[in-house]
C-alpha cells in the first residue's frame, strides 16, 4: 500500500527543505502544494481575476487552467513557472485565492492523483487534516515567527529577490493569520500530528525526528 508522509504547518517553518530530503532519503515522491497554490493565483491574475471576484468568476476561469507538479518543478499550462511563483505578490495573492472553494475544489484531485500510485511527501497546510486524513505519518512543523520570518527573509534572498526582515516578519505573520483563519480547510493542527517546533532545531534534527517516527510506525 502507498505511503504519505504529511507535512503542515506555518509558512517559513521549514517544511520545503524537510519534506525534499525525506522525499529523497525514502525515495518517495515529492509534492509541494503550496506550488500549486501559487500557480493557481499566478494563472488568475494573469487573467486580471480580481481577489473579490466572485466564485463563478474564479471557477469559470479555472476550467481551462492546467497546474501540474512534477520532479520538483510547478507548471501552469505546460509553463514552468517555478520562478514566478516566489515572488511576494504571487505568495500573498496565493493566500488569499487559496481561501476560496473554487480553487480548493479544484486542486483537490491534483493532489489525490499525485499520491494515487505512489509513496510520496506532501506539504502544505490542509494534508493531514483534509487531503491525507489516513496519512502513514503526521507532521505538524511550527517556528517562531522570528525564526520562520529569518527563514524567509534568506529563502528570497537566496534567489535574489528584494527583502527586508520587517517586510518578511509583517509577510509570514499576515499570510499565517489568513490562511487559520479561513472556513475553508483552514491550517490546524491535527490531533494526531507529531508536533515539532524547529525555531532552534537545524533541518537535519527535524528530519532525524520524523525518521524516528516512520521507524516506529513500520514496526508496528
Ligand atoms: O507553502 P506556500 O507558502 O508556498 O503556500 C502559499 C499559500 O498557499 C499559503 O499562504 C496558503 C496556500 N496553501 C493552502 O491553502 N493549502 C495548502 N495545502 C498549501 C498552500
Known amino acids: 500500500m502507498r505511503k504519505v508522509i504529511a507535512i503542515d504547518g506555518p509558512s517559513g517553518a521549514g517544511k520545503s527543505t524537510v519534506a525534499k530530503r525525506l522525499a529523497a532519503e525514502f525515495g518517495f515522491r515529492y509534492l509541494d502544494t503550496g506550488a500549486l497554490y501559487r500557480a493557481i493565483a499566478l494563472g488568475l491574475v494573469n487573467n486580471g481575476i480580481r481577489e473579490d471576484a466572485s466564485d463563478e468568476t474564479i471557477r469559470r476561469a479555472l476550467n481551462d487552467m492546467k497546474v501540474e507538479f512534477t520532479r520538483g518543478r510547478v507548471t501552469l ?29 479544484h486542486l483537490m484531485p ?95 534534527e527535524v528530519i532525524a525526528m520524523v525518521k524516528k517516527a516512520c521507524d516506529k510506525e513500520a514496526v508496528r
Open 77 to 105: 499550462d505546460g509553463l514552468d513557472v517555478e520562478d514566478s511563483i516566489r515572488l511576494p505578490e504571487i505568495g500573498h495573492c496565493s493566500s488569499v485565492f487559496s481561501a476560496r472553494g473554487p480553487v480548493r475544489e
Open 110 to 204: 491534483v493532489q489525490k492523483l499525485a499520491a494515487e500510485n505512489n509513496d510520496i511527501v506532501v506539504e502544505g497546510r490542509d494534508m493531514t487534516t483534509v487531503v491525507f486524513p489516513d496519512a502513514w505519518i503526521k507532521v505538524y512543523l511550527d517556528a517562531s515567527v522570528e525564526a520562520r520570518a529569518k527563514r524567509r527573509f534568506d529563502q528570497l534572498r537566496e534567489k535574489g529577490i528584494e527583502a527586508d526582515m520587517e517586510g518578511a516578519s509583517r509577510d509570514v505573520t499576515e499570510r499565517d493569520e489568513r490562511d487559520s483563519s479561513r472556513d475553508i480547510a483552514p491550517l490546524r493542527r491535527a490531533d494526531d500530528a507529531l508536533y515539532i517546533d524547529s525555531s532552534n532545531l537545524s533541518a537535519l
